[in-house]
Each structure stands twice: as C-alpha cells, then as structure tokens.
C-alpha cells in the first residue's frame, strides 16, 4: 500500500457507537475494530489529515427512518434505542473531527459528507467500522460511484457474520477499491 497524501485523503469511520461497538460482531470484536479506528484517527489527525466519525441515529418518532418495505426490517428493542444509543464511542472523537448523521445505511445520502470531503479537497477516502456488508459496504460503493479513491482496512471493520466479511474483502472490495490492513495505511505530508 503506497503512502497517501495526507492533503487529499480523509478518514471515515463508520457506526463506531455506543449502542453498536458492544454487539456481537465477526470476525473482529467491536472493541478491537474501535482500537483500530482510534490508532487510525490519531494517525490521520496527527498528519492533518481529516477525520469523520459518521453515527446513525433516528428520530423520537422514527419519522426520519427509512420505510421501505423489507423482508427483515431493523429490529427496534422495546421502548425504542436506549439512552446514548448514537453516541460515539468513549475515546473515538476529537474536537478537530467532522461528524456526520446519517438515517440508513450508507454515509452519502442525505448527508453533508460529499459535499464536506469536496470542499476540503478530498479525493482519497479510508474507511472503517461496522458493519462490513452494511455501513461500511453501503458507504464505500457509493464513494466508489462519487468517483473517489477508496481504500478499505480489513482488520478496522467487523461485520454480523465472519463469512459475510471475508466475502466482502475477498469478492466485492477488491472491485470497488483497494484493501489493506491499518498498520499498512501511512500517509505522506
């Protein structure tokens, strides 16, 4: 993996929350993803590079959730998301940190990240967080479709299932961008 220039290339982590780094993940705990992402903060922000911390979150009503009918639609616990739910995660954010709401899947739509990342120059972007085939994948496709490099860190993202992961990594990431692990992502001043 070459080093990236630290002017045009961003970090974008994805659903590193409360309410979602403590659930069961494979193959790589949320926890150990959220060590990763946080090392790869620190190294984006100490190379002036930008970092974005993207949460999901709804609505008391839920208005602003998507209603598409679905086969499997989100499981809401009784009584709703509990409290700090959306939070980020305890030691992920920064000050200096852009933060990006999103209400479904992907970071892009509905959102300011593309409009964030242009202004700013942006033209490489780095993501990581769970979940692999959700977020993470929904995110990266449509960076992809907007005409960025991507990169991909394996080891900084974490899916439902250890097989849905390895066939995201192995099959469809190697299509959209370039997948490495986050000792191997440097960036050059």
């Not at 959220?34 to 979150?57: D, S, W």
């Not at 242009?118 to 993501?127: D, M």
């Not at 394996?154 to 490495?180: K, N, S, W, Y």
């Amino acid at each position: 993996m070459p080093a990236l220039p630290a002017s045009t290339t961003a970090l974008i982590l994805i659903d590193l929350q409360k309410g979602i780094v403590g659930t069961a993940a494979e193959p790589y705990s949320g926890p150990d993803v959220l060590i990763k992402g946080q090392e790869l903060a620190r190294r984006f922000r100490t190379a002036g590079a930008p970092v974005i911390l993207v949460n999901v979150a709804f609505s008391a009503d839920r208005g602003d959730a998507l209603k598409a009918p679905v086969d499997q639609p989100m499981r809401i616990p009784p009584g709703g998301f509990p409290e700090g739910w959306a939070d980020l995660a305890d030691g992920l954010a920064d000050p200096s940190d852009l933060r990006i709401t999103k209400h479904q899947w992907g970071a892009f739509y509905g959102t300011e990240l593309d409009l964030q990342l242009r202004r700013r120059g942006i033209t490489t972007v780095v993501i990581g967080g769970i979940a692999t085939n959700i977020g993470v994948e929904s995110t990266a496709r449509a960076a992809h479709e907007h005409g960025y490099a991507v990169v991909l860190v394996e080891d900084a993202c974490t899916g439902r299932a250890a097989d849905m992961h390895a066939f995201a990594f192995q099959r469809i990431f190697p299509l959209l961008a370039r997948v490495t692990k986050a000792d191997d992502v440097t960036l050059q001043p």
